[in-house]
């Protein structure tokens, strides 16, 4: 049993409300929770429902989608963490700053660990910040090999790395839209982001599963689990 859910989101008025719901008897039926928070019914929901049911039934149970559930930052970024440490020691070597922290945690909720292990905010790229691309194109593939570096090869957490790092454009992007904004948009234009930013791009294939930049390719952020 995974639950119950305490989720706290936007609104879409400008301000917050909770969501509670579960316990829940499987990831799928989690997920379409947040689903069901905002159908009406029509088509475009039903499509949707049917995508992700087909995909989770090809995950066959992996364990990047499968409980235990994890708690989740949703602002893993820079400015939320806390490090003591580093300089010059008496010896004259240099030492790192170590995390001693994490503040922000006030949209944390619980989840499958595929979002978990997500690129932090800090190495996506964003399109009003360009410059920081090349930089980031070296950091990602960084972050993944100190990840694999923790887990050893065979544990539990190598095995559930490896899935979730990769690109899932169908499961990032229901995140995305139907998750994160499960309490945003009025339902017209949440219908339109339904059809346009979800339905069609799986069914023609046309986008890469990342959480920055509409043009962003995956080619290399994840190296092989060999290099």
């Not at 069901?36 to 049917?50: H, S």
């Not at 990032?172 to 994160?180: E, G, P, S």
Request: aromatic content about 14%; proline content about 6%; charged content about 25%.
């Amino acid at each position: 049993m995974i639950g119950p859910l305490v989720y706290r989101m936007g609104d879409g008025q400008g301000g917050e409300r909770t969501c509670t719901g579960g316990p829940f008897k499987s990831t799928l039926e989690y997920l379409r929770y947040f689903l069901n928070l905002r159908t009406d019914g029509t088509k475009v929901f039903d499509e949707v429902q049917l995508i992700l049911e087909s995909h989770l039934a090809k995950l066959d149970n992996s364990p990047n989608v499968c409980p235990p559930f994890r708690l989740i930052h949703t602002d893993f970024d820079g400015q939320n963490l806390l490090f003591t440490g580093g300089g010059s020691t008496a010896d004259g070597h240099e030492s790192p700053p170590r995390l001693s922290g994490v503040i922000d945690w006030e949209f944390a909720y619980t989840g499958p660990v595929h979002f978990l292990y997500k690129f932090p905010i800090f190495i996506q790229d964003r399109t009003f910040n360009k410059a920081a691309y090349s930089d980031n194109a070296i950091l990602r593939p960084h972050f993944v090999r100190a990840l694999r570096e923790f887990f050893p090869k065979g544990s539990s957490g190598r095995i559930e790395l490896n899935p979730s790092i990769k690109v899932d454009y169908i499961l990032n992007q229901y995140h995305i839209l139907f998750v994160v904004l499960a309490g945003g948009p009025e339902l017209e234009m949440f219908k339109k982001y339904a059809l346009e930013l979800y339905v069609s791009n799986v069914h023609e294939g046309t986008k890469d599963g990342y959480y920055g930049r509409d043009d962003y390719s995956s080619d290399g952020d994840v190296p092989s689990d060999s290099d």
